[in-house]
């Protein structure tokens, strides 16, 4: 049965030419992300943000390897997204925002160093579409 990530994390890549890696480890550790990025050559993960913010707390090393990592399902702490960013600075780190009902993302944001100063931005909408104010 599909879940709500199902459309970014699956059909994304396998659109796109990319190739998908399920990981069986429950719950992941820093070690098993290690090994699946180091054994399979993943270059792009999406993780929930609170799963995010414990592999950063436990071990910032488990992301070695990666190009880019997508958070998002919550707010995304600027001490960890620093954190992060100190160890990998290379690391595109992107910001997703929207409710389950979007398909996960309608806005996105690159996260860089300067922005870890203050709230993290919840971007701008993703391609090809658009986002409007309240009223």
Not at 50 to 73: I, N, W, Y
Request: aromatic fraction near 6%; charged fraction near 20%; charge should be neutral.
């Amino acid at each position: 049965m599909p879940w709500d990530a199902f459309a970014l994390e699956l059909w994304g890549p396998l659109l796109t030419g990319g190739t998908c890696v399920l990981v069986t480890e429950r719950p992941l550790t820093p070690a098993g992300l290690r090994e699946t990025v180091a054994k399979h050559g993943v270059n792009t993960v999406f993780l929930t943000t609170s799963l995010f913010h414990l592999l950063v707390e436990e071990d910032p090393g488990a992301f070695a390897g990666l190009r880019t990592l997508m958070v998002g399902g919550e707010k995304l702490s600027a001490p960890h997204a620093a954190r992060l960013l100190a160890a990998w600075p290379q690391l595109r780190l992107v910001n997703g925002y929207g409710p389950v009902e979007s398909a996960v993302f309608v806005l996105a944001h690159r996260v860089r160093v300067r922005d870890t100063a203050a709230e993290i931005p919840l971007g701008r909408p993703v391609p090809r579409t658009e986002a409007a104010d309240a009223p």
